[in-house]
Nanobody, 125 residues
Framework: QVQLVESGGGLVQPGGSLRVSCAASGRTFSTNCMGWFRQAPGKEREFVAAISSTGITTYYADFVKGRFTISRDNGKSTVYLQMNSLKPEDTAVYYC??????????????????WGQGTQVTVSS
């Protein structure tokens, strides 16, 4: 059974940094694109970032370019999202997701077949 467990969320002041992690199990991690999405109250879930199975190629939503960095450690079956220069509008529940094996990454949430439970990130003074 595939499991994704996010951690590292919390409360941070505007302009601060936070790193969230997602540990995967139950599937060969190194063959899957991994993505991060977020959902704010009253809003639809939106794409944040994705990383190819090898970690060579990354994709970002325009609103996080230059501030967020996605990375992965295939040896630890973990994907990370480093978030810098955080803004109040970044407040949301952040979810990681895994795509089917050996498929290219996409920004389409319906493409990902397993999801974590989410971790809350709150940016507030």
């Amino acid at each position: 059974q595939v499991q994704l467990v996010e951690s590292g969320g919390g409360l941070v002041q505007p302009g601060g940094s936070l790193r969230v992690s997602c540990a995967a199990s139950g599937r060969t991690f190194s063959t899957n694109c991994m993505g991060w999405f977020r959902q704010a109250p009253g809003k639809e879930r939106e794409f944040v970032a994705a990383i190819s199975s090898t970690g060579i190629t990354t994709y970002y939503a325009d609103f996080v370019k230059g501030r967020f960095t996605i990375s992965r450690d295939n040896g630890k079956s973990t994907v990370y999202l480093q978030m810098n220069s955080l803004k109040p509008e970044d407040t949301a529940v952040y979810y990681c997701a895994t795509a089917p094996s050996r498929r290219l990454c996409t920004r389409d949430a319906t493409y990902y077949d397993y999801w974590g439970q989410g971790t809350q990130v709150t940016v507030s003074s």
